[in-house]
Structure formats: C-alpha cells, structure tokens
Antibody, heavy 117, light 111 residues
Framework: QVQLVESGGGLVKPGGSLRLSCAAS????????MSWIRQAPGKGLEWVAY????????YYADSVKGRFTISRDNAKSSLYLQMNSLRAGDTAVYYC??????????WGQGTLVTVSS | NFMLTQPHSVSESPGKTVTISCTRS????????VQWYQQRPGSAPTTVIY?????PSGVPDRFSGSIDSSSNSASLTISRLKTEDEADYYC??????????FGGGTKLTVL
C-alpha cells in the first residue's frame, strides 16, 4: 500500500535551517508529482511547493520562495524540502503528499517543525 | 490570485445530508479543478474528492462533489451522515500561475 513517511522535523532557532525528508513506498515514485503542504498549529492547510516527475517543473508558494528548496531522488523514492532562513511563521506540521500538478491523492502523517529561540 | 471562502462551521444530525460550499473570489470556478480533503481531529488529511467530482477508491459514494458556475462555487455533499464524518473539510484549487489555493476549512459537527 502507499506509504509516505516524513522525517527531519524538530526545534530550530530563527534564521536556522532544516532539511525534511519523505520516504515513499508502495507505488512507482517517479510516476507522480510530489508536494509539501504545511499546517500551522490550530490553522488551515497551506500549500508550500510541488515538483514534477523528473524535477523539471517546480513551483513554490510566495511565502517560501527563495528560502525553501524542494527536490527528489527517484532512485531512492525520496522527496526533500530544504528550509533556510526559517522564521517563527514557518512553525507547522509539514506533510508530504503524492498526486499531480493540481491535486493530492495520498498524504503522509506529517512532521512538526518548530521555529523558536 | 483568488481566494476560496468556506463557511467556518456546519452541523447536522446523523442520517441527514449536509452541503459545504467553497466560493471562488475571482475568475471562474469552472476554469480549474476543485478538490476536497477531510481531516479528522489529530489526523493527517485524506482526499475525498478530486477533479470536481471524482472519488478516490475507498471513499464511500455518500460523498459527492459539484460545481455551480452561477454562484462561482464548488460544493461537497455528504449524505446519510455518520458520526465518523465529523471532521474539518478543505477545498483546494489552483491558479493560472500553477499556485495552489486552499479554502480556510469548514468544521463539520455531526450531532
């Protein structure tokens, strides 16, 4: 069955960096677009970024553009999110998700990122 | 860019039918597919409708999606309500710049 397992979350100081990973299994990873979605505590869902099958198409939300980098390793069935210049407003649960350039069909369980001094 | 506006909360009794709306602020709702996601308390979201009215495998046919161009809105209808349907529901679409937009979410209470 489809599994998406995020890791790499934790506590980081403002201005710091963190790299999230998502290990995918149970499907042909290179056949799908992949996305990162986040949810601040007690708030709604916010799209962060998505990446095409071969990483030739990448889009970011304006709130993270220039600070976050999405990437993938199809040989390892893994998705990544490099987060730099982190701010308090980036505190959220980050979800890895499978789908297309316009929808998600499977979600991971999420990893919590807390930005605080 | 546009916004998707959802009611903050709705409530209905078990066995009844409820409809959650998602209104697009600018541009036509029919221009870009609308998706619906369910998030039960303490859990990750799951997909209940994609591409306006398509149900992923495993989602019961009690869940249906529709588009109304006259009101520029999408709707999620859940019939024969069960207590397990109590959750937050989010609509999502995308714009011409390939950026995704989520609605603010609707809390469904089944009482």
């Amino acid at each position: 069955q489809v599994q998406l397992v995020e890791s790499g979350g934790g506590l980081v100081k403002p201005g710091g960096s963190l790299r999230l990973s998502c290990a995918a299994s149970g499907f042909g990873f290179s056949d799908y677009y992949m996305s990162w979605i986040r949810q601040a505590p007690g708030k709604g869902l916010e799209w962060v970024a998505y990446i095409s099958y071969g990483a030739t198409i990448i889009y970011y939300a304006d709130s993270v553009k220039g600070r976050f980098t999405i990437s993938r390793d199809n040989a390892k069935s893994s998705l990544y999110l490099q987060m730099n210049s982190l701010r308090a407003g980036d505190t959220a649960v980050y979800y890895c998700a499978r789908g297309s350039s316009w929808y998600i069909d499977y979600w991971g369980q999420g990893t919590l990122v807390t930005v605080s001094s | 860019n546009f916004m998707l506006t959802q009611p903050h909360s709705v409530s209905e009794s078990p066995g009844k039918t409820v409809t959650i709306s998602c209104t697009r602020s600018s541009g036509s709702i029919v221009s870009n597919y609308v998706q619906w996601y369910q998030q039960r308390p303490g859990s990750a979201p799951t997909t209940v409708i994609y591409e306006d009215n398509q149900r992923p495998s495993g989602v019961p046919d009690r869940f249906s999606g529709s588009i109304d161009s006259s009101s520029n809105s999408a709707s999620l209808t859940i019939s024969r309500l069960k207590t397990e349907d109590e959750a937050d529901y989010y609509c999502q679409s995308y714009d011409g710049s390939n950026h995704w937009v989520f609605g603010g979410g609707t809390k469904l209470t089944v009482l």
